[in-house]
């Protein structure tokens, strides 16, 4: 798993990353409500474990914006000392999955955000769609307007984020982690997996769903008008 942990308390924050690294994850860490609320907007995670009681913008908030404001519905844990009914309650009606109350064991902690991760992926369509391009999860056929592509693993990782994301633009970083997580090649593959991609989308049409925002990322979209830095 990618997990964001939401916490100004650095000690409990690094205990959670460490045993979440421990045991083979991926640990992202923010110390106030706003850093949280922007790294979870601007990434990709399976998880978010989430404190209440956070400088500049408090738990709730950060999750009602995420939901509310941005559309973000990685699954939230929120890990706090308050443990009144009345603070679960608001917790689940901003969108929390899961409330784990402190002091709290770490296996427990890993344990339900794994069973919140899993739950989050069998939710997720078997299919996607995006103008005339069709990916099965299920078999990792893909298809635009009937016609099969043909592409590696990879890159049919790569056409998936795309389209989970469609149509907003998914960097570089996003794309490198998915693939390589912290430990990219230092050469350039990346460049290789977009150009076979491409190829497969967009040979022999007119119009470009695969294009480059340049010095960003990707973005995959059925409309087809021409914007300033997008090729």
Same mark, same amino acid.
């Given at each position: 798993?990618?997990?964001?942990? !939401?916490?100004?308390?650095?000690?409990?924050?690094?205990?959670?990353?460490?045993?979440?690294?421990?045991?083979?994850?991926?640990?992202?860490?923010?110390?106030?409500?706003?850093?949280?609320?922007?790294?979870?907007?601007?990434?990709?995670?399976?998880?978010?474990?989430?404190? !209440?009681?956070?400088?500049?913008?408090?738990?709730?908030?950060?999750?009602?914006?995420? @939901?509310?404001?941005?559309?973000?519905?990685?699954?939230?844990?929120?890990?706090?000392?308050?443990?009144?009914?009345?603070? @679960?309650?608001?917790?689940?009606?901003?969108?929390?999955?899961?409330?784990?109350?402190?002091?709290?064991?770490?296996?427990?902690?890993?344990?339900?955000?794994?069973?919140?991760?899993?739950?989050?992926?069998?939710?997720?369509?078997?299919?996607?769609?995006?103008?005339?391009?069709?990916?099965?999860?299920?078999?990792?056929?893909?298809?635009?307007?009937?016609?099969?592509?043909?592409?590696?693993?990879?890159?049919?990782?790569?056409?998936?984020?795309?389209?989970?994301?469609?149509?907003?633009?998914?960097?570089?970083?996003?794309?490198?982690?998915?693939?390589?997580?912290?430990?990219?090649?230092?050469?350039?593959?990346?460049?290789?997996?977009?150009?076979?991609?491409?190829?497969? !989308?967009?040979?022999?049409?007119?119009? @470009?769903?695969?294009?480059?925002?340049?010095?960003?990322?990707?973005?995959?979209?059925?409309?087809?008008?021409?914007?300033?830095?997008?090729?």
């Amino acid at each position: 798993m990618r997990v964001l942990i !939401i916490e100004d308390n650095l000690d409990i924050a690094a205990n959670v990353g460490d045993y979440l690294e421990l045991l083979g994850h991926s640990a992202d860490y923010a110390s106030d409500g706003v850093m949280g609320l922007n790294l979870a907007v601007a990434n990709d995670y399976d998880a978010i474990v989430l404190d !209440i009681n956070l400088p500049r913008l408090q738990g709730f908030d950060v999750c009602r914006k995420l @939901k509310e404001e941005h559309q973000v519905w990685t699954p939230i844990l929120m890990l706090t000392a308050r443990d009144s009914l009345a603070d @679960k309650v608001e917790g689940f009606e901003v969108g929390a999955l899961d409330y784990l109350v402190k002091p709290f064991e770490l296996k427990e902690l890993e344990i339900r955000l794994r069973v919140l991760a899993t739950r989050s992926d069998a939710q997720a369509s078997n299919v996607l769609t995006v103008g005339d391009i069709t990916l099965n999860l299920k078999q990792y056929h893909a298809e635009r307007a009937g016609a099969e592509m043909k592409l590696h693993l990879a890159s049919l990782k790569i056409l998936e984020k795309l389209m989970r994301s469609a149509p907003n633009v998914v960097t570089r970083q996003d794309l490198e982690y998915l693939l390589w997580a912290d430990h990219p090649p230092s050469s350039d593959p990346l460049r290789s997996h977009m150009y076979e991609l491409r190829k497969e !989308i967009d040979k022999g049409r007119t119009g @470009k769903m695969l294009r480059t925002v340049r010095g960003v990322g990707f973005v995959l979209s059925e409309l087809s008008e021409s914007d300033e830095g997008i090729v």
